[in-house]
């Protein structure tokens, strides 16, 4: 589930820049999976230092890595 949130959130970058306006019910219901599931995940990825999570927002701020998790297979 790891590989499909950032590839889901590699797809947005790509679409509207570094700073997603979204929250994890919506990532959560466009991948179909539980809210729990979206954030545990993006705290794994926000101690990793790709991302930042605020209400209603997720900013990249290592695309690179993110890319990366993405192209895992």
């Known amino acids: ?8 959130l590699c ?4 679409k509207t820049g570094h700073v997603l306006l979204v929250t994890h019910q919506e990532i959560a219901s466009e991948l179909g999976t539980s809210r729990e599931v979206v954030s ?7 101690l990793d230092g790709m991302i930042k999570v605020t209400r209603g927002s997720i900013e990249l701020l290592d695309p690179e890595k993110l890319h990366q998790k993405h192209s895992e297979r």
């Open 1 to 8: 589930m790891d590989k499909r949130i950032a590839d889901h």
């Open 40 to 46: 545990r995940i993006l705290k794994e990825f926000e």
């Open 11 to 14: 797809n947005r970058m790509d």
